[in-house]
């Protein structure tokens, strides 16, 4: 049980303006509500960056949804916030603090679109509010799913609710009108990245009625993460530490070699379910600022470019991408993408503003 520390905002609530946007997460934010997790899954980076243990105490900053509210009156509507910074919104301090409540009810006051990136089914007591700030705006609930086996699950995230609540709270969300994604991250190699697993997690995820899933690849940034991660696999079975050394190396991922050929092969599990492996167009157009919805549009595309070799394309695709984002783009370089047509179409309608 973590030690719960109550405190004050000591900076910004919502944070600066992401310089890219986050084409997994739609945001233009990035944000926390509390510092520090109790449900602690070993292989999280948050364990990366303090001395003491993720899990022993989550600092509360009681005055955090006040200082959110101040901050949002210059915020542009048009910038979705994703509330998928390291720490989970729904961890059982939520059932004492109400903090990510009271900031979505600051987010519906204004019609703010959001995401929120959880583990934890308790994201249904807040459905009124989700539907609010849908109806106004967008609102996306995504929750983290690396297997559905509870056996694995309770072995990589003991402290996290099991599988099947996530998968029940898809379908829940989704009758509501909710849009829901799934993050099948991290992908952790010879464990949740074989055929079975992929097979078995997607076909779960489709069925629950997911919007789409995004994935991405265990993170090992340093040395003290590297020894949690091999006693987090040795709980799970008998894999020699060469395994991973031969995969990372020196590096925070595993090879880009590994990365391409798993990326094919779940874009083809993905496509062959049609289940789309970003938020899908459809999801979020017209309801973020023009540049937002082109840039991801674009990175999105440029992802699939990606994946399947187009690596020049993609290159141009993500670097036009950026310049979208920040209203740096001309029609000359909007011309150069395949996508032209419905960028221009996009770009000349009305922005947000900011504020109320």
């Not at 799913?145 to 990589?156: E, G, H, V, W």
């Not at 995230?157 to 829901?180: F, N, Q, Y």
């Not at 674009?298 to 141009?316: E, N, P, S």
């Not at 984002?325 to 770009?347: F, H, K, W």
Request: aromatic share 8%; proline share 7%.
């Amino acid at each position: 049980m973590a030690y719960y520390l109550e405190d004050q905002i000591d900076g910004l609530a919502i944070g600066e303006r992401r310089p890219t946007i986050n084409e997994y997460f739609l945001s233009s934010y990035s944000m926390a509500v509390y510092d520090g997790c109790e449900f602690g899954c070993p292989y999280c980076d948050g364990w990366a960056y303090r001395m003491r243990p993720f899990n022993e105490t989550v600092r509360v900053a009681t005055d955090l949804p006040l200082f959110a509210e101040q901050e949002l009156a210059a915020t542009d509507r048009g910038d979705l916030i994703g509330i998928t910074a390291l720490t989970d919104p729904y961890q059982p301090a939520e059932a004492t603090y109400r903090l990510t409540r009271q900031l979505l009810q600051r987010l519906a006051d204004c019609g703010q679109p959001c995401l929120i990136l959880t583990k934890s089914q308790a994201v249904l007591e807040d459905l009124v509010l989700l539907e609010r700030i849908n109806q106004q705006s967008l609102a996306i609930v995504m929750f983290t799913l690396l297997t559905i086996d509870p056996y694995l699950s309770a072995k990589l995230e003991e402290k996290a609710p099991p599988p099947a609540l996530r998968l029940e709270a898809i379908a829940e969300l989704k009758r509501a009108g909710i849009p829901v994604g799934v993050a099948y991250l991290p992908v952790i190699p010879y464990v949740t990245d074989t055929d079975y697993m992929l097979s078995s997690t997607l076909h779960a995820i489709v069925e629950a009625g997911a919007d789409f899933v995004v994935w991405d690849y265990l993170n090992i940034p340093s040395e003290r993460h590297r020894a949690r991660i091999n006693e987090m696999i040795a709980r799970i079975g008998t894999y020699p530490p060469s395994y991973y050394r031969d995969l990372y190396g020196n590096q925070a991922l595993p090879d880009a070699t590994y990365r391409a050929d798993r990326d094919r092969e779940l874009l083809a599990r993905c496509d062959s379910l049609n289940l789309p492996v970003r938020a899908p167009h459809a999801l979020y157009a017209g309801k973020l600022k023009p540049q937002n919805e082109a840039a991801l549009l674009l990175k999105h595309t440029a992802f699939r470019d990606a994946v399947q070799g187009r690596i020049h394309m993609a290159r141009l695709g993500r670097d036009l991408a950026n310049r979208v984002y920040r209203g740096e783009a001309s029609d000359t370089d909007l011309r150069e993408s395949p996508l032209y047509p419905t960028l221009r179409e996009i770009l000349s309608r009305p922005s947000a503003t900011a504020g109320s």
